[in-house]
């Protein structure tokens, strides 16, 4: 489907440049071999994007499904072949089944792989006047993974803590494949779905002007881009490339010493590139955002309506940045958990048998459930799952590989320091509550991935 694609939009530019005959008799053929195939196999099972996991019913299939048949119309259109129609009627069924991809939350890959990347590539690279980059359903598929990928990543919590914005997304939650990390083309391309959705917000208000956006229309992006009520089309559009342009900054800071090489992956501990060298797609998803970008400048105005704090984990404003705007909305500040530093404390029991229990942790990492790892000197503050005994607890041990400890909590929230009071130390075979006993944030005011910063009003980082 995509040479399909691709071919069809090869022989426009041959039509246009003068060169029909080749159109019709090289590129034709062609497109035709291609989408034989496509018209009776469209619903098989087949490959994900990675090329890991089978399924019938992929999304970024679906979506490429549709928009490669449509192109391939249009072509067939012009150079007067009368397959246009049977193109466009496939991919109607294409359309008609795709539907079920919202769950209400957000867009599904599949069944097999819900979380994943591969549903914000589809929707900046195939939307034709579905799932459209400025949709509301664009948005909730946004904001849900980028969470989910702040969590996943030790950089992004790293880059937060330092007041850096935007945000690095890799392929989906748990990716094992050379260490799981951020990718720089899916980076981009989050970068272009802002860049897009900014592109159609303001065409709509060549039409509409400067409209006020509805709360419940609009609520999505009012929520990811913390846009108050009574913001406008205009502060959207900002917010949107201001967004756009954090993410691409902080791929650009991971990547601007290697001197224009672009590589696969970042490392999601160092921050350095990895993996394959030199990948195409991802110096073309690097160039078609900065392209996208480019129609869009010069820069819009600030927001004046966005707020400085989200608890979504979404790209947001940092009143700590030079560049940020004055706020028109609340500025109390969330509840603070799954910092970068805890601190535990204890008068009771624990404090008084391990004194060196008591201090600062730093987050070092994240385990395979997505929960942080503390470490203080030689004693680390993590999370046990035990299948085979089907314990879990966070637990203090000389080993983040433990999965036991002689002190725990056994509530299974997402984060130590939002953890309820319950402690326990076990002293000559016997388990003993410490009331006194609690892990709070340590001075750092982030919520779980909530530090990312739209705000660039200078432009992409250069």
């Not at 010069?298 to 404003?317: L, Q, S, V």
Request: hydrophobic content about 35%.
């Amino acid at each position: 489907a995509l040479r399909a694609m691709a071919m069809a939009k090869w022989g426009q530019i041959l039509i246009d440049s003068g060169h029909e005959s080749d159109a019709k008799t090289t590129i034709w053929p062609l497109i035709k071999f291609d989408l034989e195939w496509v018209t009776e196999n469209w619903d098989s099972t087949g490959c994900d994007l990675w090329e890991e996991v089978r399924s019938d019913d992929f999304f970024f299939n679906r979506m490429a499904f549709i928009y490669c048949l449509n192109a391939a119309a249009d072509f067939a259109d012009q150079i007067g072949e009368s397959l246009g129609a049977s193109y466009r009627s496939v991919a109607d069924d294409v359309r008609a089944v795709i539907t079920k991809h919202w769950n209400g939350n957000y867009l599904y890959e599949s069944e097999n792989r819900p979380d994943d990347g591969a549903t914000i590539h589809a929707i900046t690279t195939f939307s034709l006047d579905l799932y459209t980059p400025d949709s509301e359903e664009a948005a909730a598929t946004i904001r849900y993974l980028v969470k989910a990928f702040c969590n996943e990543y030790p950089i992004n919590q790293e880059d937060n803590d330092a007041g850096d914005p935007g945000i690095l997304i890799g392929r989906y939650p748990n990716d094992s494949y050379a260490g799981g990390n951020p990718w720089q083309l899916l980076t981009a391309i989050l970068a272009e779905c802002f860049y897009a959705g900014a592109t159609i917000t303001r065409k709509k208000m060549e039409t509409r002007g400067n409209y006020q956006l509805s709360s419940t229309e609009n609520a999505q992006w009012m929520a990811l881009l913390n846009l108050d009520a009574g913001a406008t089309a205009s502060d959207l559009a900002a917010a949107q490339v201001s967004a756009g342009d954090a993410v691409l900054t902080r791929m650009h800071n991971h990547i601007k010493a290697d001197g224009g090489k672009v590589d696969e992956q970042i490392d999601k501990y160092t921050g350095k590139q990895a993996s394959a060298e030199n990948l195409t797609w991802s110096y073309a998803n690097i160039l078609h955002a900065l392209h996208t970008r480019k129609g869009l400048s010069p820069d819009p105005p600030g927001p004046t309506t966005t707020t400085a704090k989200t608890t979504e984990g979404g790209p947001t404003n940092n009143p700590t940045d030079p560049t940020a705007n004055p706020t028109d909305g609340p500025t109390d500040a969330p509840p603070q958990t799954c910092c970068s530093s805890v601190m535990f404390e204890s008068t009771g029991a624990i404090g008084t048998s391990n004194p060196e229990l008591v201090g600062s942790y730093r987050r070092i990492g994240t385990d395979a459930t997505g929960r942080s790892v503390y470490k203080k000197d030689d004693v680390y503050l993590h999370y046990v799952n035990d299948v085979a005994y089907k314990f879990e607890a966070w637990v203090f041990s000389s080993s983040a590989d433990d999965l036991m400890g002689d002190v725990v909590n056994e509530d299974t929230n997402k984060c130590v320091d939002a953890t309820a009071p319950t402690w326990e130390i076990l002293t000559d075979n016997s388990w003993q509550a410490d009331s006194t006993a609690k892990v709070s944030c340590d001075g750092n005011t982030d919520t779980c991935c909530s530090g990312l910063s739209i705000t660039s009003t200078a432009g992409i980082a250069s």
